[in-house]
Structures are given as structure tokens and as C-alpha cells.
């Protein structure tokens, strides 16, 4: 985890300090003078740790943004849609996609597992390493006869942090392939690897 990482990395940075800073130090002095370095000193330490710390923690978090898991939460709205014809065309999405005939990418192998007014899940299947993800699509009908969608994408695979964007583009895909219009309210906080994600491939 990023937070017992933090730990190791600030008692190194601590020793190292330590070290430096004692080496700096003279073997003789007066009690004047040892108030003054020991003042220095401490000084000179926490200023240094925390400048590592913020560096090191800087570099994490611009390796990193995102889940600790391997997933993608995400808001699809359309509002020239009903919530039926939405789950419709999902459903006809995931049965364009389900075929095994991946091409060089993977926008394939797509299965529904469950269906219902409210609710649409389904697992998306890796061609090659045949990772699986689980995806659900929660419906909400809008005021103004649209349709909210909130949808999820998850590695079953405990272990996965990174994902290149896939669990992105599992819901990207089959959202796009309903032909129906919508717009997309996804974060990198909220989605692995977002940025980066090539959807016309994963």
C-alpha cells in the first residue's frame, strides 16, 4: 500500500539526514556552540525531510491517480432517451460485442450475467490473459424523461492496481456502441488510468 511505502521512504530519508547532518557536525565544542548546531541541525532536518517527503509523495501521486484498485466509476447521461431504451441498447451492445473475433484489440467478449428495470450487469473477458472485469449499469430516470446511468467497472483480479485505461473503455465501449447520444462525467480519481486510455483498442 502507497501509505506503508510512505513509511519506509521517510526512515530513509531520516537516516540519510541524520547521517549528513552529524558528519557536518564538529567533535568540539562549547554549550553555546552545541545549542546553536543542535538548533541548526533540527532545523535543517525537518525542512530537508519534509522537502523529500513532498517530493517523493508529488512523484506517487503523478504515477498513480486514481483507485488503489483496478476499476472506473463513471456518469452517463442521456437526455433524449428513456431508461428502457437505454437498457435496450446496452443489451444489444453487449451481444454486438460478445463474440470472440477480437481483431488486434479486445473490444470483445462481452457477456450479460443479469437484467432488470433498474439494473444491467455483465463481465468483460480479456482475449489473451483472460482477465475479467465486472461491470454494472445502474438506471435512473431524469425529470425531463432521460436517463441517468451510473456506471462501474471493476478488476476481479484483487492484485491489479493498473489497468491502461481498460476498465474505462469496458464502459466507454458499450456505451458508444447503444448509437444513442450521451455525454460523460468521468475523473481520473475515479477511473485507472483514464488519461492514457485507447479505447479503440481495450
Do not use: W
Not at 498513480?64 to 451492445?93: I, R, W, Y
Not at 482475449?127 to 471493476?154: I, R
Not at 456502441?177 to 450521451?182: M, V
Not at 485507472?192 to 485507447?198: E, F, P
Request: charged share 15%.
Amino acid at each position: 500500500r502507497i501509505s506503508d511505502i510512505m513509511r519506509v521512504i521517510l526512515a530513509v530519508v531520516l537516516a540519510l539526514a541524520l547521517a549528513s547532518a552529524c558528519s557536518a557536525v564538529p567533535l568540539e565544542l562549547d554549550a553555546t556552540q552545541a545549542k546553536q548546531a543542535a538548533s541548526k541541525f533540527f532545523g535543517n532536518l525537518a525542512d530537508n525531510t519534509m522537502t523529500a517527503v513532498n517530493g517523493i509523495a508529488q512523484k506517487i501521486n503523478n504515477f498513480h491517480m486514481g483507485p488503489l484498485h483496478a476499476s472506473c466509476k463513471l456518469t452517463a447521461t442521456f437526455e433524449q432517451s428513456s431508461c428502457a431504451d437505454v437498457n435496450q441498447g446496452l443489451v444489444q451492445a453487449i451481444k454486438a460485442l460478445s463474440g470472440s473475433d477480437c481483431g488486434t484489440g479486445e473490444k470483445c467478449l462481452y457477456s450479460l450475467t443479469n437484467d432488470s428495470q433498474t439494473e444491467l450487469t455483465a463481465i468483460h473477458e480479456t482475449p489473451a490473459k483472460h482477465y475479467k472485469d465486472d461491470l454494472t449499469f445502474d438506471f435512473s430516470e431524469s425529470t425531463n424523461g432521460g436517463c441517468s446511468v451510473q456506471a462501474k467497472s471493476s478488476s476481479e483480479t484483487k492484485y491489479a492496481v493498473l489497468d491502461y485505461g481498460t476498465n474505462y473503455c469496458n464502459l466507454h465501449n458499450l456505451l458508444e456502441q447503444t448509437g444513442l447520444q450521451y455525454t460523460e462525467d468521468v475523473s481520473a480519481s475515479y477511473c485507472t488510468q483514464v488519461k492514457s486510455a485507447d479505447c479503440s483498442k481495450y
